[in-house]
């Protein structure tokens, strides 16, 4: 008999029009980092929901055994209680509460019937030098960078003293650095005794950390190998069922004549009054896909922003649009010159979780669905949002689900058909596949072929250094506000790009 802490035996999860879980069976042993990987809406973070009482008991078919006795949690609280700590794809820290604050927020310490505020300094600072993270424990979530934010969730379910941690996706929206330290931390949580789910999109993170892999597909458990049993390859082929043989559809483009050009472009930053872009420099061309690479914060979404009406104070410099200077001072503006921008942050910029796939497709392009700009066509909202469902293999049950209601991935795809509905002539792609899974990158990828097919100018911010080596024409590289290196995809190498992205060059 193996020594299982952990065993999901027939797990079946309905939601309505959706079978998200179909008699999922994955058991996790004492001790180790075991990965959870497969395509967007495979029912990776609903096994986890189920997992931790989100999904309370009663609510799915199967049982959940954890040291060879049936649970049935009701609540959070209930899986808390067993040892369970969960943290979410999309970080719950409140923002306007410090980090003291908020890693004891519902398990809030007391004494003498209050808050014992000495105690909770005191355990907090102890648990964010677990953490490895030398930061006071009264500053306020919100100016911290989301690499600290992930940091304090960890130590947030290390304070509920944790035998299982269960991280969905800890790292899309982190740096290589901070990547780099969270995987060290759940290494040393490991030689600790603490058992580790990991999920993530990042194969390479998977194969560096983990001990065995489970992958699901289409709500069903595929297989559960040993890492040194698998490569990226086999990987792959179980998430999405068939042989990919080829990341990048990569297409040879002829570039063709300037559509935008940017000239002498600089802007004080909205939050400090500082220089953010310095006296930047560059063309658009017809017919090619420009990759902008660059460490995170060397300003390149500011850039994006910059150009799209929608940050930056002061600015200086010109905007040429087929060689004439255009005047953007807010987005609305940018979107009827034919600039469409998909942002990093879909739940900040891109999508409204409340409303329906139909309303957020045709948000940015009301007077395209409505008859003389007044009354919005209700038969056209419906047949144009069904068509970006099926061109973007969005999935879910019908264009009716709510927004919050789909997988991290296929949100990403409603805010990109959202901007694709704006028919742009340039659209600009900020980490346009983060947390979006290998087969569904492919697809996106293959869209954006088909829109530089079209005429469309396609501009890619991406810090994954294969994706903007697989897919630009050309690239430009920034570091602190400048572009510091230009190339062509032939030309480039990781190496190269990462000495301009660094400033060696
Ligand atoms: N509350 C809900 N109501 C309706 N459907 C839901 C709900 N939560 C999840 N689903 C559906 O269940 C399926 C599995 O979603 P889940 O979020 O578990 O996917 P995932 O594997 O975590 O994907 P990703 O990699 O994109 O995060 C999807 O089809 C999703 O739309
Ligand atoms: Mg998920």
């Not at 802007?267 to 990759?291: C, H, M, P, W």
């Not at 942002?343 to 979780?353: F, I």
Request: glycine letters at 8%; charged letters at 25%; aromatic letters at 4%.
């Amino acid at each position: 008999m193996e020594n299982y802490i952990l065993e999901m035996k027939n797990i079946t999860k309905e939601f309505p029009g959706v079978k998200a879980l179909d008699d999922v069976t994955f058991s996790v042993k004492e001790g180790e980092i075991h990965a959870l990987v497969g395509e967007n809406g495979a029912g990776k973070s609903t096994l986890m929901k189920v997992l931790s009482g989100v999904h309370s008991f009663g609510t799915y078919k199967g049982d959940i055994v954890v040291d060879n006795q049936v649970q049935k949690y009701h609540h959070i609280k209930d899986s808390e209680k067993a040892g369970i700590g969960i943290i979410y794809q999309e970080l719950t820290l409140v923002k306007e509460m410090n980090v003291c604050e908020n890693i004891f927020l519902g398990s809030e310490l007391h004494s003498n019937g209050r808050i014992d505020w000495d105690k909770s300094m005191h355990e907090a600072k102890k648990w964010l030098a677990e953490v490895k993270l030398n930061i006071d424990p009264v500053v306020r979530v919100l100016n911290l960078g989301v690499g600290q934010q992930q940091l304090i969730e960890i130590a947030k379910a290390l304070s509920k003293n944790v035998k299982i941690l269960i991280l969905d996706e800890p790292t899309a929206a982190l740096t290589n650095e901070e990547t780099k330290l969270l995987l060290n931390i759940i290494r040393n949580l490991k030689t600790k005794g603490v058992t580790c789910i990991y999920i993530s999109h990042r194969l390479n993170e998977v194969f560096d950390i983990a001990d065995r892999i489970t992958v699901l597909r289409d709500g069903k458990t595929i297989v559960t190998e040993n890492k040194s049993d698998l490569n990226e390859q086999k990987l792959i082929a179980h998430m999405v069922g068939r042989e990919l043989t080829q990341l990048f559809p990569k297409k040879k483009h002829t570039s063709g004549e300037v559509v935008l050009e940017v000239k002498d472009w600089t802007i004080y930053s909205q939050e400090t009054d500082d220089i953010a872009l310095d006296n930047i420099n560059f063309q658009v061309k017809r017919g090619e896909i420009l990759g902008i690479a660059g460490l995170v914060g060397a300003g390149r979404s500011e850039l994006m922003m910059s150009i799209f009406g929608a940050w930056g104070k002061r600015l200086n410099g010109d905007i040429l649009l087929n060689n004439k200077r255009i005047k953007i001072h807010n987005p609305h503006q940018a979107i009827k010159a034919g600039i469409s921008l998909v942002t990093e942050d879909r739940k900040r910029y891109g999508l409204v979780l409340e409303m329906n796939i139909e309303k957020n497709t045709t948000l940015a392009s009301l007077d395209k669905v409505s008859a003389g700009g007044f009354v919005i066509n209700k038969n056209e909202e419906v047949v144009v949002s069904n068509k970006y469902v099926q061109d973007l293999a969005i999935k879910t049950p019908s264009v009716e689900q709510l927004a919050r209601n789909l997988s991290g991935g296929n949100q990403q795809k409603v805010v990109l058909g959202k901007w694709l509905m704006t028919e742009p002539q340039i659209l600009i792609l900020d980490e346009p596949t983060r947390g979006i899974d290998v087969g569904a990158k492919y697809e996106i990828y293959n869209i954006m072929n088909d829109l530089i097919e079209q005429g469309v100018c396609v501009v890619m911010i991406s810090s994954e250094l294969p994706e903007i080596l697989g897919m630009s024409d050309r690239i430009l590289v920034m570091h602190e506000g400048k572009i510091t290196g230009e190339m062509l995809a032939e030309e480039a190498t990781q190496e190269k790009v990462m000495l301009y992205a660094t400033g060696n060059q």
